[in-house]
T-cell receptor, first 116, second 114 residues
């Protein structure tokens, strides 16, 4: 079956613009999590959605937001882009929220965002 | 509160020799622990996970890890390295049960020499 699909794969934006990234989970998975990966900060959790509700949120400013649709697809939005937002944004899907015994997370290849 | 420390930013081995990637954690709750691998320009792939069952966990591609509560460690090992094992490895801790926020280590780059 198809894996986690993130679009677009690469994106270049200008400071001050906003951007929307998309994530289509594995069929049947209802939980989607987002992560930011940078050389300086490593991998950091952004937020998690399950059944269209945000369940957890990491320590990021309000410029970072997300949502999940009824078909479990998710989008994340970053407004008023800053140079420091340049990163690889990874999405992961799982059957249920949390990383317990039955909720392995499957990652997409990511969207590489460059802010100039 | 929780944290994870990967003790080596780079590990270099020769093909066919053992691999040891070290991870120490701290958690206020009973932890779930994971190792993920990331090949260049790829997403993360789960190697193995500990969720309070057996302390010796076997994963994919010959990797295994042992949960040692007294040492708060979850080191990743493999008896014999292959060239294809060259990648970035991440140790992750999260509180088992209920809501959680996973904390990732900074990663260990495994270099395998022919």
């Amino acid at each position: 079956k198809a894996g986690v699909t993130q679009t677009p794969r690469y994106l270049i934006k200008t400071r001050g613009q906003q951007v929307t990234l998309s994530c289509s989970p594995i069929s049947g998975h209802r939980s989607v999590s987002w992560y930011q990966q940078t050389p300086g900060q490593g991998l950091q959790f952004l937020f998690e959605y399950f059944s269209e509700t945000q369940r957890n949120k990491g320590n990021f400013p309000g410029r970072f937001s997300g949502r999940q649709f009824s078909n479990s697809r998710s989008e994340m939005n970053v407004s008023t882009l800053e140079l420091g937002d340049s990163a690889l944004y990874l999405c992961a899907s799982s059957l249920a929220p949390g990383q317990g015994a039955n909720t392995e997370a499957f990652f997409g290849q990511g969207t590489r965002l460059t802010v100039v | 509160a929780q944290s994870v420390t990967q003790l080596d930013s780079h590990v270099s081995v020769s093909e066919g020799t053992p691999v040891l990637l070290r991870c120490n954690y701290s958690s206020s709750y009973s932890p779930s622990l994971f190792w993920y691998v990331q090949h260049p320009n790829k997403g993360l792939q789960l190697l193995l996970k500990y969720t309070s069952a057996a302390t010796l966990v076997k994963g994919i591609n010959g990797f295994e890890a042992e949960f040692k509560k007294s040492e708060t460690s979850f080191h990743l090992t493999k008896p014999s390295a292959h060239m294809s094992d060259a990648a970035e490895y991440f140790c992750v801790v999260s509180a088992s049960g209920g809501s959680y926020i996973p904390t990732f280590g900074r990663g260990t780059s495994l270099i395998v020499h022919p």
